[in-house]
């Protein structure tokens, strides 16, 4: 069964500081480098608790990103937020529509097994890493209202996208031919997030 403490642990052992926000919840943070916060800060902080008698972990960010009722390009935002989780192994993006609150997140379902420390960095050293690498999309389609996928991705992105309303029905082109397809991130290199040093 996992724990807060257990989480705690694991951190203070690779020497990542944290604080405890609540008996539930506790507070960590990265760096960034493209990615900023609300404030205009390079930094990204993560909320980490533990649900369901720790059946799951949860990894957070609060306010990410504001995309509220009635901005402008609220549409174009939702958007990228979908091409962004979509391109993600691990991350997703949920919204609060009251407030406009985009919140940033990975959700580890451990259900009866202990949380592992190579598999809790991995989760939480990728989300600064993936923030970054779709920052630029993501706040180009809240400032502009332009949702401009990176040129490698575009053209798999469409093919992919075209498939999709064809099988639902929303398009009279035919599918694309079976085959690989390649996506790509800041022109080919891997995303993911790095793990501290003695971690394989």
């Not at 420390?117 to 209202?145: K, M, S, V, W, Y």
Request: glycine share 12%; net charge negative; hydrophobic share 40%.
């Amino acid at each position: 069964m996992t724990t807060l403490e257990h989480i705690a642990s694991i951190l203070d052992h690779h020497g990542i500081s944290h604080t405890r926000l609540t008996p539930e919840m506790l507070l960590t943070g990265f760096a960034t480098g493209r990615y900023r916060d609300a404030n205009g800060r390079a930094g990204v902080p993560i909320c980490v608790s533990v649900q369901e008698g720790g059946a799951y972990v949860r990894l957070e960010v609060p306010w990410a990103y504001k995309a509220p009722a009635g901005h402008p390009h609220q549409a174009a935002a939702l958007q990228a937020l979908l091409i962004a989780a979509g391109r993600s192994k691990m991350l997703r993006f949920c919204l609060d529509p009251e407030d406009g609150e985009v919140r940033a997140s990975i959700c580890l379902p451990l259900m009866d097994a202990e949380l592992g420390a190579r598999q809790f960095l991995r989760a939480l050293t990728a989300i600064p890493d993936l923030l970054d690498g779709h920052d630029a999309l993501i706040r180009a389609a809240l400032e502009t209202g332009r949702v401009e996928p990176p040129p490698a991705d575009a053209a798999g992105l469409l093919d992919a996208l075209q498939a999709l309303a064809a099988l639902a029905g929303g398009s009279s082109r035919p599918p694309a031919k079976p085959g690989p397809a390649t996506f790509t991130v800041n022109g080919g290199a891997p995303r993911g997030g790095t793990l501290p040093p003695g971690i394989n």
